[in-house]
């Protein structure tokens, strides 16, 4: 390919420049805020929600996800397109890092009990929330490509939240082990309700 050099000249006496499509660009599809809600769902089609392949990656962000009881471990799962029960076949990986307040304990390392070799049950992202006024948690989560209908469907999350006096850091990875598109995801807590926060939904190009 060849080289172009532009002087000064040849810039003040262009008249018409072409657009430049934005990679990665993000655009807001979807918020949804908890109110005392069992569960959040963002199903395409419903409710202004796109989940196809207007996208190849979505992202899910959390802020100030507060649960109403304690030791309550946030997680999500998804339905395959005319799918139901959000029990699609998951393998995935859990670390953590967690630190307290009083720099008397910390910890960092990888956390067998809650990761899944082909299992349909609800991911964990994070484990044990708190419940106490000043306690929530935020992070996001990246899927890929969820209606390519050749290859498996992967995904990254990584939160952060308040648990009583520490700091906790939790990175999670897989894929759902389908070709069929995945068209719904769905957050709850794994005990009593998502007492308050937002979950939003974006596509990226």
């Known amino acids: 390919m060849a080289l172009v050099k532009l002087n000064n ?7 018409t420049f072409g657009s430049i499509s934005a990679l990665g660009e993000m655009t807001f599809i979807k918020k949804i805020t908890a109110s005392s809600s069992a ?8 409710s202004d929600v796109v989940l196809d392949d207007t996208y190849k990656e979505y ?4 802020n100030n996800i507060h649960p109403q009881t304690d030791n309550a471990n946030f997680t999500f ?4 397109a005319a799918g139901s029960g959000y029990n699609e076949t998951m393998t995935t990986t859990h670390f953590r890092a967690y630190h307290n307040e009083s720099d008397a304990d910390t910890a960092y ?26 306690s929530c948690l935020a992070g996001y989560l990246h899927l890929f490509n ?5 290859f ?16 906790q850091q939790a990175f999670n990875a ?32």
């Open 9 to 15: 000249r040849g810039v003040r006496s262009a008249t």
């Open 39 to 46: 569960t959040v769902s963002f199903v395409d089609g419903t």
């Open 59 to 62: 992202l899910f962000t959390f």
């Open 77 to 80: 799962q998804g339905n395959a």
């Open 109 to 134: 390392g990888y956390n067998v009990e809650v990761d899944q070799a082909q299992g349909t049950a609800f991911q964990l992202l994070m484990d044990a929330c708190d419940s106490d006024n000043d």
């Open 146 to 150: 969820p209606s390519n209908t050749t």
């Open 152 to 167: 498996v469907k992967h995904f990254i999350s990584t939160s952060q939240a308040v648990i009583g006096t520490y700091s």
């Open 174 to 205: 897989g894929y759902f082990n389908t070709t069929s598109a995945i068209d719904e995801i769905q957050f709850k807590f794994h005990t009593g309700n998502i007492d308050a926060g937002d979950i939003c939904l974006y596509g990226i190009k």
